[in-house]
């Protein structure tokens, strides 16, 4: 437990990140500034550096540094560390952009002046850029830890329910106590509930159930009517104006039980009905 606290209460290790890596650089010793115009370029011995090799910029947390090491073994040669771009420590010149003056230290606190330069645009060009771009994320973060702080500091909203307090929610299409129990939607046949008609849309009526057996079962069609060879054409007409008779069959008597086989026979002679006389106003051919 106690390393682990000791853990959490060390400082957060800061790690070295590599900007901008430019294999030739050229270093100048410069005279003293005569005036406040400025470093001119063309008072060194530029055709004469100093020392060459080549440049490393780095950085550690919010500060940046400005290598010069040996192009082979990668010795140190000096170190100009950057807390603010652009400011004391990196200086241009008055009379080119490939020419710098920077602020060298020792670990012993000397610091002196000196000059770089590079032999193409395009690498002074990087040079800047990666100074610049290292110093604007490090305004943001400055920003960004402002504001958190600021909010750390302002009271917290205590959002919770005091002790009794209760709230009221008002939920749609919800019976209530008072408006009583939702009104139930009209049902179609079979239980299913029918959506209204689209606009403009016809309602096609339910089609017409066929005629069930027991309504043709009790239809009875009318027998024909006979007509005898005898009757003439004049009679003919006269059928239609005539209702055919409906006949009339009496129930079959019960006759009792006999040895008589023949018996039978007779009875069932006898419950014929006779022929009706034909009538007297037809003629007879």
Known sequence: MAAAAAAAAAPEVEYESV????????VYRIPPRASNRGYRASDWKLDQPDWTGR???TSKGKVAYIKLEDKVSGELFAQ????????IAVETVTDS??????RIQDGNGRSAFIGIGFGDRGDAFDFNVSLQDHFKWVKQETEISKESQEIDSRPKLDLGFKEGQTIKLNIGNMPTKKSGSAKPRPAGSGGLSLLPPPPGG???????PPPS??????????PPVLKSSNVGNADILLDFDLTPPVSKVPAPAVVPATTDLWGDFNTASSTVPSQSPQAPNWVQF
């Open 19 to 26: 900007l901008c890596v430019k294999p030739e650089i050229s």
């Open 55 to 57: 440049l490393r910029i």
């Open 80 to 87: 100009a560390p950057i807390d603010q771009y652009p400011g």
């Open 97 to 102: 952009s490939r020419y710098f003056v920077i």
């Open 202 to 208: 016809k309602i096609v009526p339910p089609p017409v």
């Open 213 to 222: 057996s027991t309504a043709i079962s009790n239809h009875v069609t009318p």
